[in-house]
């Protein structure tokens, strides 16, 4: 079982107060505080135990329970519950890395919940305790905060996926073929990038409506302010989907233009290689022609007349030059020659 861990905030400052939930709720709301109640894989006991402390709504509850979802913001009840994906990205094997938080607003407590332990709350709350002028506004100025730290955060990452398609546009006219499977792969990454930062947008501004209509006038920081960056970052998100797509099309069309090349030259190739056969073939039926009647007339037989004619030998002399010369006009006529 996760063990939860609280923290009072009164007047934007940290307080101590028992770890034991009811008494931590009861303490908070005894002094006008705020409760941050931090929790790292949590079972299914440990969100019933928050859901009867708190009283979440069922639904509100179930959303908590799926992983791997999509940044979201649901309403039930007096609770907001939202889905975070704070993202990394590794450039060596360039890599996004999108970790759920999951995080529960009240009118004065804030839980927020790290699925997979991947995201380190302590040094998140951390940060949030170096400006106390935001705690103060309660728990809707935390979450300010969080959006405001989750969406910064994705500057490294768009700049590392920016700096890796840079390389791959210069990889492009290289001879690499392989840069496809790069291609492929960054295309994943910031797929599931898109899923984490289209939502924020929509988000931010349902949440700034919802905080505006609150009863109390709940006084934080500006939604729309990190609405903006939200666009500019689902813009660059787009942006390098489409360049990625852009890029994998020329180099289609790179590796056809190079096949095509490879067999025009294998063509040519083919082509010179049957003009030489051609060449070959006729100067062998020419040499032969004078072989075949000097082995005819060479055999020396008593019964052969031409042996005792006196034009014999010029007129086999003179039938060697004549078929030698016919075949040479037969192949020059025909460009063999």
Known sequence: MAVPHCVLYLDGLARPVVQNLPEALAATRAVGGMLMVS????????LKTLADTFGLAPLGVASMVRTNQRSKLDHFGDHLYLALQPAQYDDAAETVECHEVDIVVGDDVLIVISPDGAVDLEQLRGKLDEHPEVIRKGPYGVLWAMFEFVTRGYRDVLDGVEHDIDEIEEQLFGDDEGVSH???????????LRHATAPLESMLERLEHLVQARPHGVAVPAFHEITDRAQ???????????????????????????????????????IQQN???????S?????????LVAGVYGMNFHNMPELSWTWGYPFAIGLMVAVSAGLYLIFKRNDWL
Request: glycine fraction near 4%; aromatic fraction near 6%; avoid cysteine.
């Open 283 to 291: 100067w062998a039926a020419i040499g032969f022609a004078p072989t």
């Open 232 to 270: 500019y970052v689902d813009a660059r998100v787009a942006a390098f989907r489409q360049t990625l797509d852009a890029a994998l099309t020329v180099h289609a069309t790179l590796l056809d233009q190079r096949r095509n090349e490879a067999m025009e030259r294998m063509t040519q190739q083919s």
């Open 182 to 192: 790069r291609i492929f792969a960054l295309q994943r990454e910031v797929i599931d």
């Open 275 to 281: 003009d030489q056969v051609k060449k070959i073939s």
């Open 39 to 46: 929790l790292t894989r949590p079972g299914g006991d440990d």
